[in-house]
């Protein structure tokens, strides 16, 4: 049996990636790749087996859309938590996305500032 050992996003600009998801999601940089590669480690709290992630330097824009994807959900389940972290996540240089919803979704699709696809889940997936 595999388990996830971390997830790998390809980017172009491992320095404004590593900004926006450690500020996302609290994870810390430890760890640069000679090509500036940056592995992002989640807080010493989080839940056992939370998967780091590797901003992984290509040097080329995203082309298309992408296939696989977080969803995010905020630590807060209280009203409003969901709007409150999309603000959040905008705040820090996402944008909200329209990949075909229709609206009535239990998601909001967002972008990160290289236009990779996330969600922020407004319910526990099951």
Not at 17 to 45: I, N, Q
Not at 58 to 79: A, Y
Not at 103 to 121: M, Q
Request: glycine share 8%.
């Amino acid at each position: 049996m595999a388990r996830f050992a971390q997830w790998t996003l390809d980017v172009q600009d491992p320095d404004l990636m590593a900004d926006f998801w450690s500020k996302a999601l609290g994870f810390a940089e430890v760890k640069r790749g000679e090509d500036g590669s940056a592995k992002l480690y989640p807080p010493k709290d989080a839940p056992a087996g939370a998967t780091p992630l590797w901003l992984q330097n290509t040097g080329k824009p995203k082309n298309g859309k992408n296939r696989f994807h977080p969803d995010l959900r905020p630590d807060d389940d209280s009203p409003g938590a969901v709007e409150a972290e999309v603000e959040r996540l905008i705040a820090l240089g996402a944008r909200r996305v329209d990949v075909g919803q229709t609206g009535t979704e239990n998601f909001v699709v967002l972008a990160d500032p290289e236009d990779n696809e996330f969600c922020v889940l407004r319910v526990e997936p099951s």
